[in-house]
């Protein structure tokens, strides 16, 4: 569990949103004042709860969810030393995700948002995303090309200003997260496998093996991910002896490299001088450390969120919903349905 918590009180004038985040296997609660200044957020993962099945089981993570949300929602209310009824706004992730686990959190937002009297604000997931880094960055507004990269997600988008998005590619088949957690799997790293594999990457050599890059080269902006997964398993069929660290430090180097290429060329060719990443996967250090080489040897400017605010949490979400509420003037009625596949 992560917690921030601000010393000072607060101000008569703050707007405070209480951001909640539930789409998928982390349980968050987050505490915002105003637009940018985080006063708590809570993550609980559950994914001890979920590695022996080696993937998300959505009724048990619905369960987890029902569990823990409202101890989280005290505790985050406490850790901000905020009492409930200063809170102006309550904005809660309605989707894309899992269904249980998106109307778990949601209920909960329109029981508590009706209770204190407060307007509600559903926050796409996606959008949530590329609103982390502003947390540390606040200047770091669009337009801007936002590449997302996490466990159910690889896409490139154009940001003119934030509530408009256009999408120039995505992935074709799995997600760059899902590669890696699959492919560590098969190196035997429990789930969620990200950070592990990169760990363990650090011991060996990333040219050890010519994985392929998968549409670097090709027109366009999608990516695949599944032929170098697919690449990777057969050579560890073939080579059951191999390396652990060197087929993971060749795996990342591919994934890395068609990561870098596309976002680079996607911000040059819509002539953007800045990118922002976003989503678990932009904890990846070889990752964060590969696009700020490449972007300055471009003239961009690179944003990643810090490393707890790029994987799943609520305060990305406090963040997206203030904005729609206050500067695009959005409220929803108690009558918003989760959308598990709402798209940006
Ligand atoms: O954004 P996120 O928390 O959840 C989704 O919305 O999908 O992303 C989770 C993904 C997982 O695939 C996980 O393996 C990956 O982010 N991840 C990482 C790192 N930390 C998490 N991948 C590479 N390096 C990391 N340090
Ligand atoms: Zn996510």
């Known amino acids: 569990m992560h917690a921030a918590r601000e010393e ?3 101000p008569e004038d703050a707007f405070v949103t209480v951001g909640i985040e539930s789409s998928c296997d982390e349980t968050a609660v987050a505490v915002l004042r105003d637009e940018d200044h985080l006063l708590a957020n809570l993550v609980f993962s559950q994914a001890e709860i979920h590695a022996p099945f080696g993937g998300v089981v959505p009724e048990v993570a619905s369960r987890d969810h029902l569990r823990k949300l409202p101890l989280l929602v005290v505790e985050a209310l406490t850790c901000a030393r905020t009492p409930a009824e200063r809170v102006n706004l309550v904005a809660c992730t309605y989707g894309p995700g899992l269904l249980g686990p998106l109307l778990v959190g949601l209920s ?10 407060v307007p509600l604000l559903g926050v796409n997931h996606l959008e949530g995303h590329l609103f982390a880094h502003r947390l540390s ?22 940001v003119p200003e934030y ?3 256009q999408l120039i590619g995505s992935t074709v088949d799995d997600a760059a997260g899902e590669a890696l957690d699959k492919v560590g799997k098969q190196l035997g790293i429990p789930y969620p496998a990200g950070a592990e594999l990169e760990r363990l990457s650090e011991g060996g050599d990333p040219s050890a093996i010519p994985f392929p890059r998968p549409m670097a080269g090709a027109p366009g902006f999608d990516f695949s991910f599944a032929g170098l997964k ?3 398993m057969v050579y560890l069929r073939k080579h059951p002896h191999a390396r652990r660290e060197d087929v993971a430090a060749s795996f990342l180097a591919s994934v890395v490299d068609v990561l870098a290429a596309k976002s680079i060329e996607a911000t040059r060719r819509h002539r953007l001088g800045r990118l922002v990443v976003a989503g678990g996967v932009a904890a990846c250090r070889k990752l964060r450390r590969r696009l700020r080489e490449d972007a300055a040897g471009h003239g961009i400017d690179v944003h990643f969120p810090p490393q707890s605010l790029c994987t799943d949490n609520a305060a990305m979400i406090a963040a997206a919903g203030v904005y729609r509420h206050r500067v695009l003037g959005e409220t929803h009625p108690l009558t918003l349905a989760p959308s598990p596949r709402l798209s940006l």
Do not use: R
Request: charged share 10%.
């Open 137 to 158: 960055a606040p200047d770091a507004d669009p337009p801007f090309m936002g590449l997302l990269v996490s466990g159910g997600h690889t896409a490139l988008v154009v």
């Open 163 to 165: 509530g408009q998005y």
């Open 230 to 232: 697919t690449a990777v």
């Open 8 to 10: 000072e009180t607060l």
């Open 108 to 117: 909960y937002a329109k029981g508590f948002a009706a209770g204190l009297g």
